[in-house]
């Protein structure tokens, strides 16, 4: 959220040339294969990588194969599920409260945290939902980048695969249903909110 919410924030508001190359960047993820997207990652955050051998050579340790290294990974990876509905509340808010908060004196940062989040908040709450329940199910570029070490970066889409291959079926539908079922509570409760939200306050 802290890396999603200003790069949705200057998606809405720019009008930089940039702006349609970084928007099919930050929408990669959603058209690449996993493992394509976890193979880069895994150079790009490898101790020779771009990433990985600034963070070798300040912490001593490797990105790859670690918790922090399925950290970015998945900051990364599910961006996009953060960054969309952001940038379209964003632009829903338009410009009319912005220029009114200005003739009264706030500064931009104080618009952006006084009018355009609370009036965003929406996007927020879908951000939020949709970028951990994809973080949770993800399984190709987690398992290209972190591994599957037990305590560590084993999470539970790769302890599926491992029980379905071991044929452990009943292990693989436990842990299946518990996902299925935690998934649907939660956009369950997102689609809630926010009809709770649009019956509070009415277009």
């Known amino acids: 959220m802290v890396l999603g919410a200003p790069l949705a924030w200057w998606l809405a508001r720019t009008r930089s040339r940039w702006r349609v190359p970084v928007n099919a960047v930050v929408t990669l993820p959603l058209v690449l294969p996993p493992t394509v997207l976890g193979f880069y990652l895994l150079i790009l955050l490898g101790p020779n990588g771009a990433i990985g051998a600034p963070w070798v050579a ?6 790859t194969f670690s918790f922090t290294g399925l950290v970015v990974t998945s900051v990364l990876y599910s961006l996009p599920f953060v960054v969309q509905p952001l940038r379209d509340a964003f632009q829903a808010v338009g410009d009319g ?13 104080d618009a952006f945290f006084t009018v355009a989040c609370p009036l965003a908040g929406r996007g927020f709450l879908s951000a939020a939902v949709l970028g951990f329940a994809h973080t949770l199910g993800e399984f190709g570029a987690v398992l290209m980048v972190g591994g599957s070490i037990p305590g560590e970066t084993r999470v539970v889409a790769i302890a599926i695969y491992e029980h379905v291959e071991t044929l452990d079926y009943a292990s693989a539908h436990a842990l299946s249903a518990g996902l299925l079922g935690f998934s649907f509570v939660t956009l369950l ?14 277009a």
């Open 97 to 109: 409260p912005l220029e009114a908060a200005a003739v009264l004196g706030a500064r931009p940062l």
């Open 189 to 202: 409760v997102l689609y809630g909110l926010n009809h709770g939200r649009r019956g509070a306050f009415p």
């Open 58 to 63: 300040l912490t001593g340790e490797t990105l």
